[in-house]
């Protein structure tokens, strides 16, 4: 069965911090995707990767960059946690463009 | 970009009840997802859409393009199915991620 895999469900960090959220597909997936979901704000899309070392921006890029070295893995990086930046992540993944999206199960993310 | 309403925001239904949830987007789409979103974040894709209408089990979508119209049915609503629905709109491969807009979701409780 289809598996997306983030390396935390909980974190805390400081702000001023460099943090990395890690996701790992294991369906050969061209394309995946980080979102952050807010209160009355839904899923905004951060960034997408359509292919190793290929990244487009989203809705929401500042203050994000991301890294895709290898098909499976799809890492999140803040660059200097801010507080804004408390939220739940979620990384998905799909074989194509517009095919059905496979859902980690998030990480909820505090920044003290 | 896309503008993607969805309706209601919040439902409240007895169990059994038909319920309908609908999705309106701005500008022409490749496909249109629905996603469920239960308590504790998991989200799964229910169904995706390009033309007419699919079904599985007691759940029902059907897209309209030319009315750029979506809605997801469920019949014999029951309290399992208390969840946020969400719908997603994917613009034409190729359109990277300005092409890909959520609705905000309907928080959708079945009550026994």
């Known amino acids: 069965d289809v598996k997306v895999t983030q390396s935390s469900r909980y974190l805390v960090k400081r702000t001023g911090e460099k943090v990395f959220l890690e996701c790992v597909q294991d369906?050969?997936?061209?394309?995946m995707f980080w979102y952050r979901q807010d209160p009355g704000l839904g899923l905004r899309l951060i960034y997408f990767?359509?292919?190793?070392?290929?990244?487009e921006k989203g809705d929401i890029p500042e203050g994000y960059s991301v890294s895709r070295e290898k098909k499976e893995r799809f890492s999140l990086i803040l660059e200097s946690a801010s507080t804004n930046q408390t939220s739940m992540y979620l990384c998905?993944?799909?074989?194509?463009?517009?095919?059905?999206?496979?859902f980690g199960d998030g990480t909820r993310l505090s920044i003290l | 970009k896309n503008e993607v309403e969805q309706s209601p925001q919040n439902l409240t239904a007895q169990e059994g009840e038909f319920i309908t949830i609908n999705c309106s987007y701005s500008?022409?789409?490749?496909?249109l997802h629905w996603l469920q979103q239960h308590p504790g974040g998991g989200i799964v894709s229910l169904f995706m859409?390009?033309?007419g209408k699919k079904k599985h089990g007691r759940l029902i979508a059907t897209i309209n393009i030319q009315e750029k119209h979506s809605s997801l049915h469920i019949t014999a609503s029951h309290p399992r199915d208390s969840a946020v629905y969400i719908c997603?709109?994917?613009?034409?491969?190729?359109?990277?991620?300005?092409?890909?807009?959520f609705g905000k979701g309907t928080h959708l409780i079945i009550q026994p």
């Open positions: 369906m050969d997936h061209e394309n």
């Open positions: 998905a993944s799909s074989l194509t463009w517009g095919q059905p999206q496979h």
């Open positions: 997603a709109a994917f613009g034409y491969s190729g359109g990277g991620a300005d092409g890909l807009t």
């Open positions: 500008v022409g789409i490749s496909a």
């Open positions: 859409l390009s033309s």
């Open positions: 990767s359509y292919d190793v070392k290929m990244k």
